[in-house]
């Protein structure tokens, strides 16, 4: 144990997460008339957010997760069954329903890139800080939208929306270390969260994040997306 590496995961792992709290405050500040330019800065984040999502799959988590199972064939069926499995995960909660896609995509994608982060810090240590820019770049728009997500839901209190948010920091440090104990010696393993986490995060991005792609009570268009990145992935393999 390297007590640097622990503060590091710490320190990144707070840094990224304080983001959802941060941009819980900047949607509380934020009042645009008129009301047609607020609902059109609202659609900008949400697709800002999508695309770093997207770029944090394909520039960081998928490349890194393949090359930690040694470009192993079975990297396609782990990326698959993340999509499936987050459907199902989507399914049981009912969060559709609630209309809380923002707060379900936040803690499914934070805390798998969190303990990949920890992992991250000992198997490719220079890739680390990159993977943490892009995750606190990606809760900064989830934060925005989440936090008018939480204050529509039940017309919950602005305050107490803002301090379930500043609850959610404290999952990024946890998993890191966890990462970092527990994964940091199994790369296989390791690579497979992230391709796992990669795959849930394309089903949130294509169900609940881009509209185009969205048709209500549909899941065939999401899970279509998973299917065509996973065959994107195969046929790179194929080549390399």
Not at 67 to 76: C, E, F, K, L, T
Not at 78 to 97: S, T
Not at 184 to 206: E, R
């Amino acid at each position: 144990m390297h007590m640097t590496d622990v503060y590091m995961i710490l320190t990144f792992t707070i840094a990224a997460g304080s983001c959802i709290p941060i941009g819980g405050i900047i949607a509380r500040f934020e009042h645009i008339q008129p009301l047609w330019l607020e609902q059109e800065l609202r659609h900008l984040v949400i697709a800002l957010g999508g695309g770093i999502l997207l770029g944090a799959v394909a520039l960081v988590l998928v490349p890194e997760g393949i090359d930690s199972m040694n470009n192993s064939i079975y990297a396609v069926p782990v990326l698959l069954a993340g999509g499936i499995a987050f459907f199902f995960i989507e399914r049981f909660l009912g969060l559709r329903r609630r209309e809380t896609p923002q707060i379900m995509s936040m803690l499914l994608d934070f805390i798998p890139e969190s303990i990949a982060l920890g992992g991250l810090l000992v198997t490719n240590p220079s890739t680390a800080p990159l993977l943490a820019l892009l995750i606190g770049l990606q809760n900064l728009p989830e934060g925005f939208n989440g936090y008018r997500e939480l204050v529509a839901l039940n017309k919950n209190h602005p305050k107490k929306a803002l301090q379930s948010m500043w609850a959610m920091v404290i999952f990024g440090p946890i998993a890191g270390i966890a990462g970092y104990f527990f994964l940091s010696d199994h790369k296989a393993l390791l690579g497979a969260i992230m391709l796992f986490a990669s795959g849930g995060i394309l089903y949130l991005i294509f169900q609940d994040i881009a509209p185009q792609s969205h048709l209500k009570k549909h899941w065939a268009p999401p899970l279509g997306a998973v299917t065509g990145f996973s065959i994107t992935v195969f046929s790179q393999m194929l080549l390399n």
